[in-house]
């Protein structure tokens, strides 16, 4: 069975600061994809980043990006130049190819200081 | 349009009674979910509606019982419920599973159960 692990369970950063948050699944699938949702205080979860396990490129968005090791199996975070509205609960998720089903990870609290 | 509505925001009801929570969304997103999360954890996936079919019950009690009318509209009837079933209920949409399509979730119902 695929597990997410998240081993950080809170963080805290200064604003502005470059924040990483580490992922690391299991599977033995070749074909899979990979997220980061964000759960702030408000309690909506919006996905923030996704990652197919077939592209070497490692996707961005924005001020948000991924380093994909697909060997070692690791999936890690990085929030650039962190702003207060990035304070949020952050959950790894994996999600098999052909699958409905997301498994998440038991999520990574952040906390963006002023 | 990427929203998925849930209503109520929140919901206190009595072991004894009957009530039901709904999600809508308007994306013509063919998969729908239903998800329950307690405090500070991940969403555990309660159902999955494909094509407006049942395709995924997470061993869920009875007491909980999904509806799918239409494809933009997703019911969960409760009946009977225990204090421990207090939680946040989310429910989220997709593309229909194939593909690397993410799930949008819904704002939640905060259920309280006394």
Redesign the interface.
């Known amino acids: 069975a695929q597990t997410v692990t998240q081993s950080q369970p809170e963080m805290s950063v200064q604003e502005a600061e470059t924040v990483t948050l580490s992922c690391t699944y299991d599977t033995s699938e070749n074909n899979y994809y990979l997220f980061w949702y964000k759960q702030p205080p408000s309690r909506q979860m919006i996905l923030v980043i996704r990652q197919e396990a077939y592209k070497q490129q490692n996707a961005t968005e924005n001020r948000f990006s991924v380093n994909f090791q697909k060997a070692a199996k690791s999936f890690s975070l990085k929030i650039s130049d962190s702003q207060l509205g990035d304070t949020a609960m952050y959950f790894c998720a994996f999600m098999e190819w052909g699958d409905d089903k997301i498994i998440f990870g038991k999520g990574t609290r952040l906390h963006i200081l002023p | 349009d990427t929203e998925v509505t849930q209503t109520p925001k929140h919901l206190v009801m009595g072991m004894t009674n009957k009530k039901s929570l709904k999600c809508e969304q308007h994306m013509g997103h063919r998969?729908m979910?239903w998800y329950k999360q307690k405090a500070?954890?991940?969403?555990e996936?309660m159902f999955?509606y494909?094509y407006e079919k049942l395709?995924?019950n997470e061993s869920v009690p009875s007491r909980f019982s999904p509806e799918c009318p239409n494809s933009s509209l997703l019911n969960l009837h409760l009946h009977a419920l225990q204090p421990e079933d207090s939680a946040?209920y989310?429910c989220?949409s997709?593309q229909?599973?194939?593909?690397?399509y993410?799930?949008?979730?819904?704002?939640?119902t905060r259920l309280t159960v006394t």
């Open positions: 998969a979910y500070k954890k991940p969403p996936l999955v494909s395709s995924i946040l989310l989220a997709s229909v599973s194939g593909g690397s993410e799930q949008y979730f819904g704002p939640g």
